[in-house]
């Protein structure tokens, strides 16, 4: 069967068997009904892009540093059986700000770690992939480290974990590998709606 199209707007079927001509006439009302039934159809989609798996933290079980740094070789990571932050204990990533707000349990387990003043590593996994590691680094330290670094004693009932290169600050010519606008860790907080930009 051929369709061909007239100007008129009558569609011709044209059946090569038979060679008869039948003529369809499509009419203003059921383009109107075809245009309203699409655009009234639900969209069940959020996000367009293909963002998978989920963001989490863990501490680590063992690792080892780089050149006597605070640098992390990151093919030395091993990390813990379990998160310490799961994603849904992130609540959003600002990505302007780097700053994570997470639930009010995962800031006690925070809280609750015993903190050295030369820092407590910790790996963030996105998609079941390593993406950056950090340690969590107390204010209180008199030590210094040029690496990604948390805060954790900034938690006063904000439940925000402020992710920053170096402490006290990075020092100018150090170069610190910075990850934590990492697009697989955006994809995954921005699929989710966790995502403030």
Same mark, same amino acid.
């Given at each position: 069967?051929? =369709?061909? /199209?007239?100007?008129?707007?009558?569609?011709?079927?044209?059946?090569?068997?038979?060679?008869?001509?039948?003529?369809?006439?499509?009419?203003? =009302?059921?383009?109107? /009904?075809?245009?309203?039934? =699409?655009?009234?159809?639900?969209?069940?989609? *959020?996000?367009?892009? #293909?963002? *998978?798996?989920?963001?989490? =933290?863990?501490?680590?079980?063992?690792?080892?540093?780089?050149?006597?740094?605070?640098?992390?070789?990151?093919?030395?990571?091993?990390?813990?059986?379990?998160?310490?932050?799961?994603?849904? #204990?992130?609540?959003?990533?600002?990505?302007? *700000?780097?700053?994570?707000?997470?639930?009010?349990?995962?800031?006690?387990?925070?809280?609750?770690?015993?903190?050295?003043?030369?820092?407590?590593?910790?790996?963030?996994?996105?998609?079941?992939?390593?993406?950056? /590691?950090?340690?969590?680094?107390?204010?209180?330290?008199?030590?210094?480290?040029?690496?990604?670094?948390?805060?954790?004693?900034?938690?006063?009932? #904000?439940?925000?974990?402020?992710?920053?290169?170096?402490?006290?600050?990075?020092?100018?010519?150090?170069?610190?590998?910075?990850?934590?606008?990492?697009?697989?860790?955006? #994809?995954?907080?921005?699929?989710?709606? *966790?995502?403030?930009?």
């Amino acid at each position: 069967m051929l =369709l061909c /199209t007239q100007p008129s707007g009558e569609f011709l079927y044209l059946y090569p068997e038979t060679q008869d001509l039948v003529s369809m006439r499509i009419t203003p =009302l059921i383009w109107i /009904t075809c245009t309203v039934l =699409l655009l009234s159809l639900p969209s069940c989609v *959020k996000y367009s892009g #293909d963002a *998978k798996g989920e963001v989490e =933290l863990y501490l680590l079980e063992s690792y080892e540093n780089l050149d006597q740094s605070c640098a992390i070789d990151e093919a030395s990571v091993e990390i813990r059986k379990h998160p310490l932050i799961r994603y849904s #204990d992130f609540i959003s990533y600002n990505s302007e *700000k780097h700053i994570f707000t997470i639930s009010d349990e995962a800031a006690e387990a925070v809280k609750d770690l015993e903190h050295s003043v030369h820092g407590l590593p910790f790996a963030v996994i996105a998609n079941e992939e390593l993406v950056y /590691t950090g340690y969590f680094w107390p204010s209180f330290s008199s030590a210094m480290c040029q690496w990604i670094v948390i805060d954790p004693p900034m938690i006063f009932g #904000d439940n925000e974990l402020r992710v920053e290169l170096g402490y006290p600050g990075q020092i100018e010519g150090v170069e610190i590998p910075d990850e934590r606008n990492n697009e697989v860790i955006l #994809d995954i907080f921005r699929r989710d709606n *966790k995502l403030i930009e």
